[in-house]
């Protein structure tokens, strides 16, 4: 069963994906959300795995966005 950090990581990063895709949302603006919840969430636990992802997922699309 996935932890609550685990939940709140993949819901993260499914609603920013829906948000990109259908939305007005600026890339610049939800970088800086998903930086501010990542930073959030290390404070209550540091070096939790899902926040790896949630890095991952920030830094895939900033290759995405740089390379278009």
């Known amino acids: 069963?996935?932890?609550k950090i685990d939940l709140i990581v993949d819901e993260?990063?499914?609603h920013t994906?829906?948000?990109l895709e259908w939305s007005r949302v600026d890339w610049p603006v939800a970088r800086l959300g998903l930086e501010k919840i990542h930073d959030a969430?290390?404070?209550d636990a540091p070096g939790h795995p899902a926040?790896?992802?949630l890095r991952d997922f920030?830094?895939?699309q900033d290759r995405i966005?740089?390379?278009h």
Request: without cysteine; glycine residues 0%.
């Open 65 to 67: 966005r740089r390379d």
């Open 41 to 43: 969430l290390a404070i």
């Open 51 to 53: 926040l790896n992802r």
């Open 17 to 19: 994906r829906e948000q």
């Open 58 to 60: 920030i830094d895939e």
């Open 12 to 14: 993260t990063i499914a």
């Open 1 to 3: 069963m996935a932890d």
